[in-house]
Nanobody
Framework: QVQVVESGGGLVQTGGSLRLSCAAS????????LGWFRQAPGKEREFVAG????????NYADSVKGRFTISRDNAKNTVYLQMSSLKPEDTATYYC?????????????????WGQGTQVTVSS
């Protein structure tokens, strides 16, 4: 049975930082890359960052490069998203999921086992 649970969201001021966690367990996700996505009200879900199973390759959306860092601790079955220099436009619900099909980091159709999301709100 697969479990994907995001946590760490909250309310932060512009310029602040947050660290999100994604606890992903279960045989089907073992060995697969994990990705973070976000969705703001009225907008499509968009790719934020991704990381391979071994952590040797990462990928970021242009909008977060230099501000966000993705990492993972496989001993804890957890992927992290360290977010710094937050902006109001980063406000969204953040989700993580496993890249199960294909190799496109940004295509949501390649992902499965989505978590319930965690809300990030950046006040101006």
């Amino acid at each position: 049975q697969v479990q994907v649970v995001e946590s760490g969201g909250g309310l932060v001021q512009t310029g602040g930082s947050l660290r999100l966690s994604c606890a992903a367990s279960g045989r089907p996700v073992f060995g697969h890359p994990l990705g973070w996505f976000r969705q703001a009200p009225g907008k499509e879900r968009e790719f934020v960052a991704g990381i391979t199973w071994r952590g040797d390759t990462t990928n970021y959306a242009d909008s977060v490069k230099g501000r966000f860092t993705i990492s993972r601790d496989n001993a804890k079955n957890t992927v992290y998203l360290q977010m710094s220099s937050l902006k109001p436009e980063d406000t969204a619900t953040y989700y993580c999921a496993a890249l199960m099909y294909g190799s496109s980091w940004s295509n949501t159709r390649g992902y499965d086992y989505w978590g319930q999301g965690t809300q990030v709100t950046v006040s101006s």
